[in-house]
């Protein structure tokens, strides 16, 4: 199989898992920026035309990042990060599926719809007008996710799992985009800097983006 993935925070998200499981899973480099996704090709495998995304080796495709995830945890189930039994398992989608609803997708509409315009804009409909709100509303899903973090280690506790992940890619990428975050938000510094610390943080930037300026 192998790994179809760019630039980006979403990609990095699963190339962190990949890393954090020890996997070794081949990677196919697709031009974000050429828009090379928005093509007819890509779009045959993934008519979202979303990055990234996971070729089997029988032609199988598999795109979002929550499902790539799952398929690889099912094929690899140590170290789990999704979990070991049933009460995990939905302990992080349910938390999982929080750091989406609440933060991240509002916070990567917010760049697309802002700071990000340029690039997306000629991509598909962008509501520009929305950008302040939509950011605001992300960052009371961080705020959220900080009361969340209340003397816990991790957002489920003391176990990593892919909320974590999904969570900090986001975050690390809008902070290098201008993203300000209230400091008095110490759960979420805190846990920021933890989670930068894994060797799989950096294992999972891509190359070159201390050039883009941004962190995906």
Same mark, same amino acid.
């Given at each position: 199989?192998?790994?179809? *993935?760019?630039?980006?925070?979403?990609?990095?998200?699963? /190339?962190?898992?990949?890393?954090?499981?020890?996997?070794?899973? %081949?990677?196919?480099?697709?031009?974000?920026?050429?828009?090379?996704?928005?093509?007819?090709?890509?779009?045959?495998?993934?008519?979202?035309?979303?990055?990234?995304?996971?070729?089997?080796?029988?032609?199988?495709?598999?795109?979002?990042?929550?499902?790539?995830?799952?398929?690889?945890?099912?094929?690899?189930?140590?170290?789990?990060?999704?979990?070991?039994?049933? @009460?995990? %398992?939905?302990?992080?989608?349910?938390?999982? /599926? %929080?750091?989406?609803? *609440?933060?991240?997708?509002?916070?990567?509409?917010?760049?697309?719809?802002?700071?990000?315009?340029?690039?997306? =804009?000629?991509?598909?409909?962008?509501?520009?007008?929305?950008? !302040?709100?939509?950011?605001?509303?992300?960052?009371?899903?961080?705020?959220? &996710?900080? #009361?969340?973090?209340?003397?816990?280690?991790?957002?489920?506790? =003391?176990?990593?799992?892919?909320? !974590?992940?999904? &969570?900090?890619?986001?975050? !690390?990428?809008?902070?290098?985009?201008?993203?300000?975050?209230?400091?008095?938000?110490?759960?979420? #510094?805190? @846990?920021?800097?933890?989670?930068?610390?894994?060797?799989?943080? #950096?294992?999972? &930037?891509?190359?070159? @983006? *201390?050039?883009?300026?941004?962190?995906?």
């Amino acid at each position: 199989m192998k790994l179809l *993935q760019s630039f980006g925070p979403n990609p990095r998200m699963v /190339r962190m898992f990949i890393a954090e499981k020890g996997l070794s899973i %081949r990677f196919e480099s697709v031009d974000l920026f050429g828009a090379e996704n928005r093509q007819e090709a890509y779009r045959k495998k993934n008519p979202a035309g979303g990055i990234p995304c996971l070729e089997l080796d029988d032609g199988h495709v598999l795109s979002e990042t929550g499902a790539i995830c799952e398929f690889l945890e099912e094929l690899h189930p140590a170290p789990a990060l999704i979990g070991s039994n049933a @009460w995990e %398992r939905a302990e992080t989608r349910m938390n999982l /599926r %929080r750091v989406e609803l *609440q933060a991240t997708e509002y916070l990567y509409n917010a760049f697309r719809f802002g700071p990000g315009l340029a690039l997306f =804009e000629h991509r598909f409909r962008c509501v520009p007008e929305a950008a !302040d709100g939509l950011r605001a509303k992300g960052l009371d899903g961080v705020a959220l &996710l900080d #009361s969340m973090l209340e003397g816990q280690t991790y957002v489920c506790g =003391e176990r990593l799992t892919v909320a !974590d992940l999904a &969570l900090f890619c986001c975050l !690390d990428f809008c902070l290098s985009t201008g993203l300000v975050i209230d400091p008095a938000l110490t759960n979420i #510094s805190t @846990w920021l800097a933890r989670m930068d610390a894994r060797p799989s943080a #950096s294992a999972s &930037l891509s190359a070159g @983006w *201390q050039d883009i300026g941004m962190k995906g």
